[in-house]
């Protein structure tokens, strides 16, 4: 993901530049009030191991390795500001010693995965770990899944970088003067090839080091976890979220449903194809399929969310709303009654096995 | 002219069975141990060939590192905005001649460079050749596809000759500032250049950190390829390891930040950074700014005078 010099117009590579100063100041201010005086030894060793980090080579199957970034590995060790620093460090020393990734570009690079690889990743960390220990293994799973989140996220905030090129800078007889793939080609490369395989080997080392971590050195996990309690048990018990919300916020929605009678017409004539603009989609005729199966199915309660011969479209939007609701909130019982939840939490004096 | 003076020779050597062509010994893919290993290996002989380099005399290696700091700047600059390959090619021949000035071996300066990113990128925008995704005048004709036509568009391959000619020349530049500027005056370059001084005090012992923590990883990687028997890989176990291994190395770093904290208390260190370095900008560096200002300018003139 890094972006060699070239790809990007000077343009991007100022823009970006520009955007990622305040975020370093605010990086700044952010960590030095957290660690005050031992902020320089903890951030550039935070940046070196962030450069180490990105040599593990990650073994997959078929025997062939991956590396990660460990951008959102370093915001969960220690703090998303710490991260956005540390990553910045490692990526300057890449690009200037090592020559990986480009040295005008350096503010996008440092966009992509020293800002929103972390924010997004930790984001998510946090998100998942609200009331969760510190040893509990969902901390370590909530990791991975912020590191499979955050880098896909940072691929396809560089594909939209590399996309846009294209369109933006080219010459008079549409020559690209940049990366010459189109958004519709930069978007669905990176996306396949991030969220097959470099998210898993992300999620696998952001995971696997929490859990390590958990099981060997939890006093490192608590430098960006303080106040955060140790085992299951000495989690305070947590206010529920009230009946009387749930009812509420449902109760929102379910009224707001004949919103939908606002909108005109249908889409891709969905209840009635010959509705469909053909023009629109430059077709000659209704496809064959379309037509075919249109209004298969019949034997629904409410067909269209229609009630008494649709004299009353509100009503019927409104009482459809109900039923299925309610239709869900009894399937979800009996899924979650068939998997055994009510039992575990009637018997919490059972021993873990 | 020997390229390692400082380098011990088993460092820059390959190992035997190791060779990539297959000539020798019984070729078989590295497992992530060994990949490791000899990516740590390789972090560190680019750093040492870099510092035989710099202290070579040459060109380059006379220039102030603040002056060749913003030159070069400049000089990317001026490569990105260029729209013409025939500019890009001729600086790049600049670039090749200033690294032989420089005393650069000029076969290992062109493989640096060119391995691997002007050559993944030349392979990457093949099918931007194609009309399907850069529209244009076809000058190859390929057949049909689906009812199209399909052919290799003059657009095309301007643009993937832009691209990779700009790649190369961009990173040739950067190569040349590395190779002839030691780390430490590059530090103190970007000092002088009022860069927040807190930052280069974390880029600086960032830097310096970098090798310890990678002798760290390279014994634990050591002492797990000696105690393997067999190459055949255990993916999941070989997952833990790493995983094992990367959480083992963040404990030492926490506690090796405890201690250099501490050292540098004990120092004297109130939280303020003190550089020791003074520049003179002398008569060479003169002649090099002026030197690169015309080369940045005639780069500019002709690609106004050539037109878009």
């Not at chain 2, 000058?139 to 568009?153: E, Q």
């Not at chain 2, 780390?183 to 600086?204: D, E, I, Y």
Request: proline share 5%; hydrophobic share 55%.
């Amino acid at each position: 993901m890094h972006i060699p010099d070239g790809y990007l117009s000077p343009a991007t590579c100022g823009a970006f530049g520009v955007v990622m100063v305040p975020i370093w100041a605010r990086a700044g201010r952010g960590v030095r009030k957290v660690v005050t005086s031992r902020y320089v030894p903890l951030v550039a060793i935070g940046a070196a191991y962030c450069f180490v980090v990105m040599m593990f080579n990650v073994p997959i199957p078929d025997g062939t390795t991956a590396h990660a970034v460990g951008g959102v590995l370093i915001a969960v060790l220690l703090g998303r500001w710490a991260a956005v620093i540390a990553v910045s460090v490692a990526l300057l020393i890449q690009a200037l010693f090592f020559g990986d990734g480009g040295v005008l570009a350096f503010g996008a690079n440092a966009f992509n995965m020293a800002f929103v690889m972390p924010m997004v990743g930790y984001g998510v960390y946090q998100l998942l770990t609200r009331r969760v220990s510190l040893t509990s293994p969902r901390r370590a799973a909530a990791a991975g899944l912020g590191g499979y989140i955050g880098l896909n996220v940072a691929a396809l905030v560089t594909a939209v970088e590399f996309g846009l090129q294209p369109t933006l800078f080219h010459t008079a007889d549409g020559t690209p003067l940049y990366a010459p793939f189109h958004l519709g080609q930069t978007i669905p490369t990176m996306a396949l090839a991030h969220l097959a395989v470099a998210g898993f080997v992300e999620a696998i080392l952001t995971a696997g080091v929490i859990a390590y971590l958990q099981r060997a050195n939890l006093p490192v996990l608590r430098i960006n976890h303080s106040g955060v309690a140790t085992t299951d048990e000495d989690l305070v018990a947590a206010p529920k979220l009230g009946w009387r919300w749930i009812a509420v916020g449902m109760g929102t929605m379910i009224a707001l449903t004949p919103l939908g009678l606002v909108a005109p017409g249908s889409a891709f004539g969905e209840a009635a194809p010959k509705a469909l603009n053909l023009r629109k989609y430059h077709l000659n005729a209704v496809p064959d399929g379309l037509r075919r199966y249109a209004g298969w199915w019949h034997h629904t309660i409410f067909n269209g969310y229609d009630f008494a011969n649709d004299k009353h479209p509100a009503i019927g939007y409104l009482i459809s709303a109900v039923f299925g609701i309610l239709a869900i909130a009894i399937v979800i019982a009996i899924v979650l009654g068939s998997l055994g939840v009510y039992r575990r939490h009637q018997r919490p004096d059972r021993i873990p096995a | 002219m020997s390229t390692a003076a400082l380098a011990p020779e088993w460092l820059t050597a390959r190992e035997i069975a190791l060779c990539p062509c297959g000539c020798i010994g019984k070729r078989r893919k590295a497992n992530f141990v060994e990949k490791t290993i000899i990516g740590a290996a390789n972090v560190l002989k680019q750093a040492m060939f870099s510092a035989d380099v710099a202290s070579q005399p040459g060109l380059l290696q006379r220039i102030q590192p603040a002056v060749k700091v913003v030159t070069m700047l400049a000089l990317l600059m001026a490569t990105a905005v260029v729209r013409h390959l025939s500019i890009l090619v001729a600086l790049y021949a600049a670039t090749l001649a200033i690294a032989v000035a420089s005393g650069l071996p000029l076969w290992f300066f062109v493989k640096r460079v060119w391995l691997f990113i002007p050559i993944f990128t030349g392979v990457i925008v093949v099918p931007a050749t194609l009309n399907l995704i850069t529209p244009g005048r076809v000058v190859i004709p390929l057949g049909t596809w689906f009812g199209h036509s399909v052919g290799v568009t003059a657009q095309g391959l301007t643009s993937a000759g832009l691209i990779v000619a700009r790649v190369a020349t961009s990173i040739s530049l950067v190569v040349l500032l590395t190779l002839t500027t030691p780390w430490n005056k590059l530090l103190a370059a970007l000092r002088t250049m009022r860069v927040p001084k807190m930052f280069v005090l974390v880029l600086g012992m960032a830097y310096r950190y970098i090798f310890y923590l990678l002798e760290t990883v390279t014994d634990m990687y050591t002492a797990r390829k000696s105690r393997t028997a067999n190459h055949r890989n255990n993916t999941s176990s070989g997952r833990a390891f790493v995983a094992a291994t990367a959480g083992a190395t963040f404990g030492k770093a926490h506690a090796l930040s405890i201690e250099v904290h501490d050292a540098m208390v004990a120092r004297g260190y109130t939280g303020n950074a003190r550089s020791i370095d003074h520049f003179q900008i002398v008569k060479r560096d003169v002649v090099w700014v002026l030197a690169c200002s015309v080369t940045i300018a005639a780069t500019l003139g002709v690609n106004y005078a050539l037109g878009s």
